[in-house]
């Protein structure tokens, strides 16, 4: 099939884009790398009477450092920040869970805003920027705010992004070292969404204990899932194979997994449990690393 018929735009400045999407109110998309949003039209599964075509708003494209934090552009394309060395140097886990989404092609074209505001639940950067504790920018007709993941993702596909809005810009606090990263995942094929996928960040103290730690679980629930009962478990303690185990077990607890094709509740439940233990180990060891 074809996209039903729409009108065409293609901006150059954030400002006349805001203004398009707010003359066609609700009835208005804006397209990014397209790889999400293309397949939709083409199934007529989304009908805008107008298309917002972004790519022309080169302002939205940047990686830039300051103030103990990372900001990305909205339009910076999947490729760019795989490709990046500042990223790979404050944001290591970025640059591990970025080489799991799709192909290069859909790298070269798929946007970071893109991924977010489409809220796939197995999407590697919604849980990464969960993760990171990130904030998203929101730029609409009434001027700009800044959201939380908690706050952004809604459930599956939905997000706090109201129709008038674009998100301009993506924020990511540096973890101090030593923090150690993992991002785990088990996918059908390589470059499918993930059936089950596990980011961690593990900070130690100078007694080699947890300080801060972050697990988030992707494509076991209708958001990112943020385990929280296991990151509190973790807390203030030497982070032991047995703890690890019991931090698996609980983030399987709390994961809300639904059965598909691709693996039952079950076999999703078990292997958050698995992988979560592995993600720690991992996670532990490039902390360990980092503090020598
Ligand atoms: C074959 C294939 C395999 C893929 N595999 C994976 C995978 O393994 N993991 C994964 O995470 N993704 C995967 N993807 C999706 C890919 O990551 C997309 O790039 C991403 O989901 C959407 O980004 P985009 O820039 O293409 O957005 P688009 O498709 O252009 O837009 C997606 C949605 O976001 C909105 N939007 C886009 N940018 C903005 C913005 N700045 N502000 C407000 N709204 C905006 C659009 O209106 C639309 O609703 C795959 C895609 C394909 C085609």
Redesign the pocket.
Known sequence: MKPAPFDYFAPTELQEALMLLERHEDEA???????????LLNMRLARPKAIID?NRITS?SYIHKDNGSLRIG??TR?RMIENSAVIQEQCPLMTEAIQ????IE?RN???I???L??A?PA???PTVVTALGGEMKLVGPRGDRTVRPEEFFVSFLTTA?DSS????EVRLPIWPRPTGYSFQEI?RRH???AVVAVAVLLLLNDKRECENSSIVLAGVGPTPLKAKRSEGLLTGKKVTRELMEKAGGLAAEDSDPSSDVHGSADYRREMVKVMTRRALEEALAKAMQNAK
């Not at 809005?165 to 301009?168: G, H, T």
Request: glycine share 20%; charged share 15%.
């Open positions: 998309k804006i397209l990014a790398g397209g790889q999400s949003l293309l397949p972004i939205l909205g339009l999947h799991w989404v799709g192909h859909v074209r798929g946007t805003g893109g991924s505001v489409h796939d999407a590697e950067l992004l809005e674009i998100l301009a996918s470059g499918d969404f």
